[in-house]
């Protein structure tokens, strides 16, 4: 069962409505379009009504009938201002590293909607008994605002220690960790660019 976020974001993209369009412009019926992609009426009739999200194997089969690529899914219409809005209930807090006990931090996602994004920007947790991360490095730059405790960060082998309300702006392409110090969990804000 796919979570609400999960399905929000989905049902963005308009993927049924799409396949409905594509279906009518070739004057297909569902037993028609069933026909060729293998695929049972009822189930192509869920999916046009976004009442079930077709698989990637499933969703090439019909793009496959009407000769466009799976991107034509996917392609977010230009025409209108980028606008994301992300509610706080709608993030997912993930761990990183993933499957680990005690995570170095929790992470959530403050833009997943806005596609082509020249930047990411995630809240970020660092518990009172998370261990420090592992050395990492991506993209080329990485902002960090500090909104609650002490954040000890180390860019290519130098510390700097971050307070509630200190910024650290830094080049991400070399090897970084955080540690958080001090009897309390600290937060913050980062946002990171390729």
Do not use: C, W
């Not at 929790?106 to 420090?132: G, Q, T």
């Not at 730059?141 to 000890?152: D, H, K, P, S, T």
């Amino acid at each position: 069962m796919l979570s609400d976020t999960l399905s929000n974001e989905l049902q963005r993209y308009a993927i049924g409505p799409r396949i409905k369009a594509l279906r009518l412009r070739k004057k297909l019926g569902l037993v028609q379009l069933a026909g060729h992609t293998g695929l049972s009426p009822a189930m192509l009739s869920k999916i046009e009504r976004g009442q079930m999200f077709p698989t990637l194997p499933t969703l090439l089969r019909i793009a496959m009938v009407f000769g466009v690529g799976l991107d034509h899914f996917f392609n977010v219409d230009k025409e209108e201002p980028l606008i994301a809005v992300v509610r706080k209930r709608q993030r997912l807090k993930l761990p990183s590293p993933p499957g680990e006990k005690t995570p170095a931090f929790l992470f959530e996602s403050l833009d997943y909607p806005a596609s082509d994004r020249r930047m990411e920007s995630f809240y970020a947790e660092f518990p009172v008994d998370a261990p420090p991360s592992e050395p990492h490095q991506h993209g080329s730059a990485e902002f960090i605002y500090v909104l609650n405790g002490r954040l000890i960060v180390n860019v290519d082998g130098k510390e700097a220690a971050l307070d509630t309300g200190d910024a650290m702006y830094f080049d991400s392409s070399v090897p970084h960790s955080y540690r958080r110090e001090g009897k309390e969990m600290s937060t913050a804000i980062v946002v990171t660019s390729s």
